[in-house]
């Protein structure tokens, strides 16, 4: 038996913000990041909130949130005791959110007369729609999966995204087309996540490069927002594989950013899955999607491989990790500790194949070097 949940309610497009205008609320807690306040583009959003209600915005959120910060956030919570609760920023501050929420024990409580709503402000994570929440924890990132963590509102607006840096915005892309690709031939893959992956995918080929060589493209960006909701909503119903595993780990040790990461990893994963029959005919149907391949051609799972390398370079992703400027003496001293803390990781669980350590040794060696 296997279940597909539709969670939060979706708002998108012009006006979307407005929703706020619907809740019913007396204190407010804003939980975001301090550029998106200094920079004003948390304006938009807090002059949507009633004149009347107590708001209280806690601005300390930093990439890969940590412990620390999530028991910081917690007090501030609970303290408040809010019942409006906005994440408006990117993954980081989503998830941030997701765990002080979790952490102080109010969405566990169920409590109705709350409500969580997630705004995310670059198109990559899919945390506004997803039960995942990633938190460091000395050098790991730790994902936490649990339904409790789901916001009630999810808010996209691609004006939100505009802004972002073109070496940002082909990150979080190719981390959308990431947690589209593993959801498709996870082993909990289902008729319903199938749908939203491959629309995913498809709209990632067609507008990432040009949301990242021209960021005012609106219909670009609307599209990839889109896209990277969809594709939060197929992992988080299907869940991951070891892309996530091997850049949670190389992520939580060596900084590397995420989505960069996670694109780094893509082509030589993509080869390892391939071994797998069902993995290999599902990277040919999207191949054959994309139209890139006849329907059902034996090196369909090759070229989308091959796909992936080119849309990496168009947007200017890094090949290799040495080229990223991970160095040669910090990727080596790591490697067996980042190669355990992959093993480990929930997401490995659900790989159409189940590796050894040696072959995820033997990926980061090959990402590293770029096969070189």
């Known amino acids: ?55 209280t915005v806690f601005d300390h959120i930093y990439p890969d949130p940590d412990t620390a910060l999530i028991a910081e956030g917690t ?26 929420l979790y952490c102080s024990g109010k969405i566990a409580e169920k409590d109705k007369k709350r409500v969580f709503v997630a ?45 972002v840096p073109p070496s940002i915005t082909a990150d979080t892309g190719m981390d959308v087309l990431t947690h589209a690709l593993e959801a498709y031939v996870s082993t909990d893959a289902s008729n319903f996540s199938d ?51 091997l850049a949670h780990a190389i992520g939580g040790v060596l900084h590397v950013p995420h989505g960069r990461a996670n694109a780094i990893l893509l082509p030589w994963v993509l080869g390892y899955n391939a071994a797998d029959q069902r993995a290999r005919e599902r990277y040919g149907i999207l191949a054959w999607r994309l139209g890139l391949s006849l329907k059902n051609a034996e090196n369909g799972a090759k070229v989308l491989q091959a796909a992936v390398k080119m849309l990496s370079e168009a ?3 890094p090949a290799s990790f040495r080229e990223a400027g991970v160095k040669e003496t910090d990727f080596y001293n790591n490697l067996d500790q980042m190669t355990m803390a992959a093993s480990g990781d929930n997401c490995t669980k659900t790989n159409p194949l189940q590796p050894l350590a040696e072959d995820l040794k033997d990926l980061y060696k090959k990402s590293y070097t770029g096969g070189k």
């Open 1 to 55: 038996m296997k279940k597909f949940q539709i969670k939060p309610a979706v708002y998108f497009g012009a006006g979307s913000i407005q929703v706020l205008d619907e809740l019913i609320y007396d204190r407010v807690l804003v939980i975001t990041d301090p550029f998106m306040v200094k920079s004003g583009n948390i304006k938009p959003v807090t002059k949507q909130l009633k004149t009347d209600a107590q708001v």
């Open 75 to 100: 007090e501030v919570f609970i303290k408040t005791d809010p019942d409006l609760v906005i994440a408006c920023g990117g993954g980081s501050t989503i998830d941030a959110a997701k765990s002080i």
């Open 119 to 163: 705004i995310p402000t670059t198109s990559g994570t899919g945390s506004e729609v997803t039960n995942f929440s990633v938190i460091k924890m000395d050098q790991r990132k730790i994902p936490v999966v649990d339904d409790a963590l789901l916001p009630d509102i999810a808010v996209l607006n691609g004006d939100l995204t505009k802004t």
């Open 195 to 245: 749908a939203l992956a491959e629309k995913a995918v498809e709209i990632v080929f067609e507008y990432l490069p040009t949301a990242v060589k021209h960021g005012n493209d609106l219909e670009a960006r609307g599209f990839l927002h889109d896209a990277s909701c969809m594709a939060g909503m197929a992992f988080t119903n299907a869940s991951l594989g070891i892309n996530h595993s």
């Open 315 to 317: 947007v200017k992703i």
